[in-house]
């Protein structure tokens, strides 16, 4: 059984920082690519970001290019997102989710369908 469990979410102000973390435990972390997902009220859930299982292709959306990165640290099992300069625009559920290893996947990296497990979100607030 894969569980991602993500934490470090909360109520910041505009123009401050947060560090997502997205433990994954039943299978190494090295078995999966993945990636990051917010769903704002009302609104479909987004890509935010992605890197492959080796951590040397990563992936983002345009409204967080050059303010989020994405890493991985497979000896740790865990995934980060670091979030700079946050506007309420950002204000939303954060989602990690995996995929299994497979050819291909970059057509679908930005994608829900694209991912195999999901984590149970994380809420990321700011105050404008």
């Known amino acids: 059984q894969v569980q991602l469990v993500e934490s470090g979410g909360g109520l910041v102000q505009a123009g401050a920082s947060l560090r997502l973390s997205c433990v994954v435990s039943g299978r190494t972390l090295s078995s999966y690519d993945m990636g990051w997902f917010r769903q704002a009220p009302g609104k479909e859930r987004e890509f935010v970001a992605a890197?492959?299982?080796?951590?040397?292709?990563?992936y983002y959306a345009d409204s967080v290019k050059g303010r989020f990165t994405i890493s991985r640290d497979n000896a740790k099992n865990t995934m980060y997102l670091q979030m700079n300069s946050l506007d309420s625009e950002d204000t939303a559920v954060y989602y990690c989710?995996?995929?299994?290893?497979?050819?291909?996947?970059?057509?679908?990296?930005?994608?829900?369908?694209?991912?195999?497990?999901w984590g149970q979100g994380t809420q990321v607030t700011v105050s404008s």
């Open positions: 989710a995996a995929a299994l290893r497979r050819s291909g996947w970059y057509t679908t990296v930005r994608e829900p369908s694209g991912y195999d497990y």
């Open positions: 890197v492959r299982w080796s951590a040397g292709i990563t």
